[in-house]
């Protein structure tokens, strides 16, 4: 069954510095979202992405974060310089229509 | 904003007991779909939900859309103890792609 990856799996870094995270979505998925989860809470949105562009974002997304779609497989999300409290969980999901959403294992920032 | 209130919060039940736990709204949402998440990974899609009034199984799962778009609710039969794990509802707000998840269930069924 085809799933979402994500890579890596934990990713620490050090305050100020870029991440990129990485995503390969499920192969005939046209909606790619982010979304994030503070260890012990609920998952919130972040960005949703379709035809090449941001559809929607929240107020989390600020100028610190992007995406972008570099290839047919690939779906990334690059925060540029990284605060202590963007320590989450990153969840890349992927659906067919704006509706049923396939998440990914996710990747574990650390920032430190 | 929109909020997603989940009730309960947490529970433990007997395996082989029947749960139901809600999510419930002041806003209306379009689609309600539910998750379960195990510890350290990504929600699994369980079920969605696309009109009010929709009562929809999978497996020992049935949910419901409600009817006035507010509120849904996740039944779970005969319980195992795979069915530990944290439940989230999420509701997409309409004319837009974008989710709200509840806050969650925590559901731990003794053996």
């Known amino acids: 069954e085809p799933e979402v990856t994500q890579t890596p799996s934990h990713q620490v870094t050090q305050m100020g510095q870029e991440v990129i995270l990485r995503c390969v979505p499920i192969s005939n998925h046209l909606y790619f979202y982010w979304y994030r989860q503070i260890l012990g809470q609920k998952v919130e949105f972040l960005v949703s992405f379709y035809n090449n562009e941001i559809s929607e974002k929240s107020e989390i997304f600020d100028d610190q974060f992007s995406v972008e779609r570099p290839d047919g497989s690939n779906f990334t999300l690059k925060i540029r310089s990284t605060k202590l409290e963007d320590s989450a969980m990153y969840f890349c999901a992927s659906s067919a229509l704006p509706y049923e959403q396939y998440f990914g294992p996710g990747t574990r920032l650390t920032v430190t | ?111």
């Open chain 2, 1 to 111: 904003g929109q909020q997603l209130n989940q009730s309960p919060q947490s529970m433990f039940i007997q395996e082989g007991e029947d749960v139901s736990m809600n999510c419930t709204s002041s806003s209306i949402f379009n689609t309600w779909l539910w998750y379960k998440q195990d510890p350290g990974e990504g929600p699994v899609l369980l079920i969605a939900l696309y009109k009010a009034g929709e009562l929809t199984s999978n497996g020992r799962l049935t949910a419901q859309f409600g009817i006035t778009r507010k509120d849904s609710f996740l039944n779970i039969s005969a319980s195992i103890p795979s069915d530990v794990g944290i439940y989230f509802c999420a509701g997409q707000i309409p004319g837009t792609y974008k989710y709200i998840f509840g806050t969650g269930t925590r559901l731990k069924v003794l053996a």
